[in-house]
């Protein structure tokens, strides 16, 4: 029987989840979803330094607005400090771990002879007990750490779901500090306490990690824990192929949001960072789930493309149902000061533009003029509302007004019937109609437009 797959993400909350923390949370959450799992939220704010609480809400809202919802969690872990105490305690018993009394001068002196000799500075092992060893008088008041004894022979290896095989000599690895000395125990500690008390069964990280777990593996199994499986990912590189960070624009998911993104495409467009199946570049979040696999996570570096992300999010826009982006649309245009309230329905203004908007911000610029009167701008009055073009949008008035169904076909039918009464041509009519009614030259079609305005306001603006 294989135990149930068992997944966490476990951001450090010094900002904000920022792109590469939201693809390692995807894949941890995807993985969780495709396997009938659990997704597991732990909050690693041990750093006291740097971690702050509006970190937190920054990651927790990060991951809502992604809708990547944790099953358990979030579990804190300066809230369960008594429990690695008591793990700390467990392996001073058993012998896993041992106090150090080395002093910071001591340590120092050490680093600098073995800096002078061209060795790499790694602790001696002065204090770990060996049978057969005598240990050095405990010195008068020196509060000791606690070191890892890690073992000094073999070797540790695991089979990364990602990487492939990934080995590491323990002569490599010198004994590391569980705790310090003020009792606190340290952050590669605290992950596998974690882990084990979790029933973490595939640990999915970034793979500046890759360092860590063979410390993290060589103490689950002194403290008899089974241990996960690894996949650790490889990094993002912005678009011009460098590692990905703070220059490329984009600190925060959050932004996202607020430059006018849908949840959705983001999601998708993560996904294929590193992911793939197949051919494919659109899909849905229930084809995602059903489709993701650790077995299909490339290696190598994965480029962030702008380009792309733009492009999905175009496609996600046009597909969304209308009455939802019209909800997306007027919170953003209330943040505009534009009222919606007595204005054209927004879901059928939404409707028209959303074929060609590239972003959520576009759309509430572009429907914006339904709501708000019309200024029209001295050099496109001049442009565009020419005397022959004034007298056909007169009697293309008339005919509108006499219209008894305000429907596409009916308003197209009077534009042409106007066009030809005037001898003019479509643009010579639609773009001064543009102008009079929004004060722009270009929208989608123009029937479709004037039907979405609405009779009143159409003639209203008309006749102003
Ligand atoms: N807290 C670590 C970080 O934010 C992640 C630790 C882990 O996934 O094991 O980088």
Not at 67 to 84: I, N, V
Not at 177 to 204: E, L, Q
Not at 240 to 264: C, I, N, W
């Amino acid at each position: 029987m294989t135990s149930p797959v068992r997944t966490r993400f476990a951001p450090s909350p010094t900002g904000f989840l920022h792109i590469g923390g939201a693809r390692t949370a995807l894949f941890s959450w995807a993985y969780a979803r495709h396997m009938g799992g659990t997704f597991v939220l732990r909050i690693e704010d041990t750093d006291l330094a740097r971690s702050t609480p509006e970190a937190v809400q920054a990651i927790l809202d990060g991951m809502a607005w992604l809708g990547l919802t944790h099953d358990e969690g979030p579990f804190y872990q300066m809230q369960r400090m008594a429990r690695y105490k008591e793990v700390i305690r467990q392996m001073l018993d058993a012998g896993t771990a041992y106090y150090c009394y080395t002093s910071k001068e001591e340590l120092d002196a050490l680093r600098a002879e073995q800096e002078a000799k061209k060795l790499k500075p790694r602790y001696d092992g002065r204090w770990r007990p060996e049978p057969g060893k005598t240990l050095p008088p405990i010195p008068a008041g020196v509060q000791p750490v606690v070191r890892f004894k890690n073992p000094t022979s073999g070797t540790v290896a695991w089979d990364d779901l990602v990487k492939g095989h990934i080995e590491f000599a323990n002569a490599e690895l010198d004994d590391f500090i569980v705790a310090r000395a003020d009792g606190t125990p340290t952050y590669n500690f605290c992950v596998v306490v974690d882990d084990w008390d979790m029933k973490i069964s595939h640990v999915i990280r970034g793979d500046d990690h890759v360092n860590n777990t063979p410390r993290q593996i060589n103490v689950l199994k002194a403290l008899g824990a089974s241990v996960p499986q690894y996949a650790h990912l490889s990094m993002i590189l912005g678009d011009d192929g460098t590692k990905l960070s703070k220059r490329h624009g984009a600190v925060s998911v959050m932004q996202y949001f607020e430059d006018g993104y849908l949840p959705d495409a983001v999601v998708n467009y993560l996904a294929r960072l590193g992911w793939s199946h197949g051919d494919d570049e659109v899909f849905s979040r229930a084809q995602l789930i059903e489709w993701f696999d650790l077995g299909h996570i490339t290696p190598s570096a994965a480029q962030f493309n702008t380009e792309k992300l733009n492009w999905l999010n175009a496609q996600y826009i046009k597909a969304a149902d209308d009455e939802t982006l019209a909800t997306d649309i007027h919170a953003r245009l209330e943040k505009r000061g534009v009222d919606t309230k007595g204005g054209p329905d927004l879901a059928a203004v939404v409707a028209v533009y959303k074929e060609r908007a590239a972003n959520l911000n576009e759309l509430a610029e572009a429907v914006t003029p339904f709501y708000r009167a019309v200024a029209v701008a001295p050099e496109l009055a001049e442009k565009h509302l020419t005397a022959p073009a004034r007298a056909a949008l007169a009697s293309l008035a008339s005919r509108l007004a006499a219209l008894s169904a305000w429907e596409r076909e009916s308003i197209s039918q009077a534009i042409k019937e106007t066009m030809k009464e005037h001898g003019l041509k479509m643009p010579q009519v639609a773009i001064p109609l543009r102008v009079t009614l929004l004060g722009v030259e270009h929208t989608p079609s123009i029937d479709a437009v004037v039907e979405a305005l609405g009779r009143d306001r159409t003639l209203a603006r008309l006749a102003a």
